[in-house]
């Protein structure tokens, strides 16, 4: 915990923004540069910052949850998205799409779409994300 | 009809196993005419592994033992262990391991084989120890587990080479093929594999001391595992691959001979113990070597005399293991010196049980004489190895029927001492089960048709192979040498009996001279075990992060050189300056020099933390390179990464005190072996780029990324659809890892369970 005002105040409005860019950054991920880990990364940063700001007390409590248990939470998402396919008589892990609202007569058309890949691509950001913070809140409260 | 205890699971734990035996009965009639019935469906088609099930004679014959058997056992469970807190996850133990055994009989495909045979090994393991409180327990469960589970381990390394041998997985199309597969080159290979398998689940010498451990379970899973199925595994898997790796000059010596020893061997322990329940685990040993013996003799009559005996034994050693639980039930104790006269006391108990030690004795006219017969003509009739196998058959004939006067003559006859005079009969629930299996032994004898047709003589044809065996069971049909040899069983059988005392006493000193001990031996075998493993974890896995470095370092380094040299991988190696550095403007030199510069602070400086900040400059570096060569995403997350790492470090080092480095002394070694990987991975790079990169993979992405994947970007569909169980994988990984280091962290401190409020 690094006892700064400056520090402190930027944490505020760094931590939002961080947390928002990183959520941002996994959605756009599947056609712009971005995705489920870097976003993961980010938002890691975020709490990361209010950690070093406020100690990492503080920052569990911002958190709520067990960074391990978001973790584990994101790791079956990911196989949740994964065995949904099988549902549907495709392999595991194939990419099950739902283009909402969209326009049948024109293929370009995509609506708005939903896909299991989606899914699978936040449980890898809140594998990251609890998987970092994990570490990090442990090494911080360690030293 | 009894009632049941054990609430619902006692219920399920019976009806299912009933069930099944009833589904069985359908096959009979098909199966008896000579026809095999396939059942399957595709499970990892692109592996060949098919979730396919083969019905003929040999699987027919242990379904039935298995599931038929099961349902008394577990009849017999439910007073036996249905007031046991933890009984319905015995019941469940139990019928994993039901269905596990089915499996492996049933299974058509080697791989599905194994997984059930393995199914078996675990579920046996948590049944053995099911008394969980009792340290010998968990070391007989986990003896077992062990052995097992190596010979489990060869024979999946045998099943794959004869599967490449054969070119498929599915056993009824390599039984096809015994003489391509003997004359193979592997043959030896896997024969040995196969029967390390075999004979660590069948217990046969020098593996078999895990069995007579493995009492430590409950009895109803001695008479289910230890007699009538998991033990005949081994068995079963010798049988069904005699069509294949069968008929062969190592194939007859290994198991004629490991058979023969193993029977005599386990006959004589078995008559030196006063335990009933250990009598009967070593009469079981002494089975499963008859049977390794007649399978390895190989002939048409051998093969036939092991298949009645296998029915023979399965009958009445599950009806003697579940008889001394009654026993050891209603009186506290299975010592053969304290049990007298118990017959006035426990009629049907001793009804049943004498019926099943008759079969074993071999007395006319029950099945087990027809047995015995069947194996001595069997062994007369040898060209080769005739004397020893007749000769270790009868000195196992001679001793079985003195240990089944052990097991049921000498507690049940006499007068009933003051001690048991309290004494009552058992619940029907447990009397039913050895009471039906004795009188089958009965039945089976006076009327041989029935087991003749339906069981023995489809299970013949099977392993033998061919269906021209001709299969007639008879009680008596003329005096021949085998029937004189079966009298002489009887009269010097009952002497020893007679001199039971004298012979243990003997065998005693006998045993306890000999110097060669298997179960301390094994004891041995595993501390051997652990030292090794203690010296190796001394040697690796220092605690000092330095020493890990310089052993991943010097690991990589070999594997690269090693690699390189071996494989000539890399021919003539061009390393073409001028084309390297041409067209390089000045953006890319000034990262280069920057790159370069932080390296050289990193390993110049004294300083701890300007060492994290300058390896920061580096991989900042390297981002930049990501961005000018356009892999945006890589480069991000190598920016994240980087900044996380440096943060992470300079948070540890804030709180040390020491930011000196030390072991000053040991930086030309370092430095020497960074150079020495630095070149091998540039020669690796240099050499990969002057071929051609395959881009095929890499094209097929970029064309069917929008199209099949909706996305644009495709590194990311990459990672999240074409190759997602990849990255499943690499994020279990994250969490596992991000899991061990929480726990090492917390674990230096176990005070701090509890976090926060306090600080």
Same mark, same amino acid.
């Not at chain 1, 944490?11 to 959520?23: E, I």
């Not at chain 1, 584990?72 to 283009?99: E, H, K, R, S």
């Not at chain 2, 104790?333 to 030690?357: I, N, Q, S, Y």
């Given at each position: ?143 | ?57 040999? =699987?027919?014959?242990?379904? /039935? #033992?298995?599931? +038929?058997? &099961?349902? %008394?056992?577990? !009849?017999?469970?439910?007073?036996? @262990? *249905? ?56 070391? =007989?469960?986990?003896?077992? /587990? #062990?052995?097992? +589970?190596? &010979?489990? %381990?060869?024979? !999946?390394?045998?099943?794959?080479? @004869? *599967? ?72 079963? !898997? ?522």
């Amino acid at each position: 915990m690094v006892n700064s005002i400056i520090l402190n105040a930027a944490t505020r409005l760094l931590v939002a923004l961080l947390l928002l860019f990183s959520v941002y950054m996994m959605l756009r991920g599947h056609n712009l540069p971005g995705g489920g880990f870097i976003g993961g990364l980010i938002g890691a940063t975020g709490f990361v910052l209010y950690a070093m700001a406020h100690g990492p007390e503080a920052a569990r409590a911002a958190l709520r949850y067990e960074p391990q248990n978001i973790a584990m939470m994101g790791l079956g998402i990911a196989l949740a998205a994964g065995v949904y396919a099988v549902f549907f008589g495709d392999a595991f892990f194939t990419g099950q799409w739902w283009f909402a609202g969209a326009d049948p007569a024109d293929p370009d058309d995509k609506g708005l779409p939903i896909s299991s890949v989606l899914v699978f691509d936040i449980g890898v950001y809140l594998v990251v994300f609890g998987s970092i913070l994990t570490l990090v809140f442990a090494l911080e409260e360690e030293v | 009809m009894p009632r049941v205890y054990g609430g619902p699971a006692g219920w399920i734990s019976v009806l299912v196993p009933a069930a099944i035996f009833v589904w069985f009965l359908q096959f009979l009639a098909p199966v008896a005419a000579g026809e095999q019935v396939l059942i399957g469906t595709d499970w990892v088609p692109s592996m060949e592994i098919r979730l396919s099930f083969l019905i003929d004679g040999l =699987s027919l014959t242990f379904g /039935l #033992l298995i599931s +038929g058997i &099961g349902a %008394l056992v577990t !009849l017999y469970s439910t007073r036996y @262990l *249905g007031n046991h807190p933890e009984y319905p996850r015995f019941v469940l133990f139990l019928l994993l391991f039901m269905v596990g055994m089915l499996g492996l009989v049933l299974s058509d495909n080697l791989i599905a084989l194994f997984v059930f045979w393995e199914v078996t090994t675990i579920s046996s393991y948590l049944l053995i120890g099911f008394d969980s409180d009792s340290a010998k327990s968990r070391r =007989s469960a986990l003896q077992a /587990l #062990l052995l097992t +589970g190596t &010979g489990g %381990l060869a024979l !999946l390394a045998g099943m794959i080479l @004869l *599967g490449n041998a054969a070119g498929s997985f599915e056993l009824s199309e390599i039984l096809t093929m015994g003489d391509e597969i003997r004359a193979h080159e592997h043959y030896v290979p896997i024969l040995i594999l196969f029967l390390a398998g075999a004979f660590t689940k069948s217990a046969q010498f020098p593996f078999h001391f895990w069995l007579p451990n493995a009492m430590a379970a409950p009895t109803p899973v001695s008479a289910y595992l230890h007699s009538a199925t998991m033990v005949k595994a081994g068995v079963y !898997l010798m049988a069904r691959m005699n069509p294949t790796l069968g008929g062969t000059e190592p194939w007859f010596w290994a198991l004629v001979v490991a058979g023969g020893f193993t029977t005599v061997f386990a006959s004589l322990l078995a008559v030196r113990q006063t335990d009933i329940k250990q009598v009967l685990a070593y009469t079981t040993l002494m089975a499963l070597g008859a049977l390794t013996l007649f399978i390895g003799a190989g002939t048409s009559s051998a093969i036939k005399a092991a298949m009645i005996f296998l029915v023979v034994h399965s009958l009445y050693k599950a009806a003697l293991f579940l008889m001394i639980g009654i026993v050891d039930h209603e009186t506290g104790t299975r010592e053969v010196d304290r049990l007298r006269g118990l017959a006035r006391k426990m009629p049907v108990t001793f009804v049943a049980g004498a019926l099943a030690a008759i079969s074993m004795a071999g007395i006319p006219p029950f099945f087990g004489f027809i047995g015995k017969e069947f194996l001595y003509k069997a062994g007369l009739e040898l060209e080769v190895a005739s004397l020893w196998v007749t000769g270790t058959i009868f000195a196992a004939s001679v001793l079985m029927f003195m240990a089944a006067g052990i097991s049921v003559a000498r507690p049940f006859l006499g007068r009933t001492p003051e001690a048991l005079a309290a004494t009552h009969e058992g619940p029907a629930a447990m009397w039913v089960g050895p009471l039906v299996l004795g009188g089958l032994s009965l039945w089976f004898g006076l009327f041989s048709d029935l087991p003749e047709q339906w069981l023995v003589a489809p299970a013949t044809w099977a392993v033998y192979g061919s269906t021209a065996v001709e299969v007639d069971l008879y009680l008596f049909r003329e005096v021949n040498a085998a029937f004189i040899l079966s009298l002489v069983t009887f009269a010097v059988g009952f002497v020893l009996y007679l001199a039971r005392d004298r012979i243990r006493a003997l065998l005693s000193r006998i045993i306890e001279a000999n110097p060669i001990k298997f179960d301390p031996g094994w004891d041995r075998v595993l501390d051997g075990l652990k030292a090794l493993a203690e010296w190796q974890t001394r040697l690796l896995q220092s605690g000092v992060l330095q020493r890990y470095m310089v052993i991943t370092f010097v690991t990589l380094a070999i594997g690269m050189g090693v690699t390189i040299w071996t494989k000539d991988a890399l021919g003539p190696l061009v390393l073409d300056l001028a084309a390297t550095f041409d067209g390089l403007v000045f953006m890319h030199w000034a990262v280069l020099v920057f790159i370069t510069c932080g390296a050289l602070l990193t390993a110049y400086t004294s300083s701890r933390m300007t060492a994290v900040a300058s390896l920061g400059v580096v991989g900042i570096g390297v981002a930049l390179i990501f961005i000018m060569f356009s892999a945006p995403d890589v480069a991000i997350t190598q920016l994240l990464v980087e900044t996380l790492t440096v943060v992470l470090v300079a948070v540890a080092m804030l709180k040390l005190p020491n930011l000196k480095l030390r072991n000053e002394e040991r930086r030309p070694g370092h430095a020497a072996l960074s150079l020495v990987v630095g070149a091998l991975v540039t020669v690796v790079i240099v050499a990969v780029v002057q071929d051609d990169i395959d881009r095929r993979i890499t094209d097929y992405f970029e064309i069917a990324s929008w199209p099949e994947a909706y996305g644009r970007n495709i590194v990311n569909v990459i990672l999240v659809d074409f190759r997602a169980l990849d990255t499943f994988g690499e994020i279990a990984v994250v969490v596992i890892a991000a899991l061990a280091a929480y726990a090492l962290l917390r674990g230096k401190r176990p005070g701090r369970v509890k976090r926060g409020e306090d600080d």
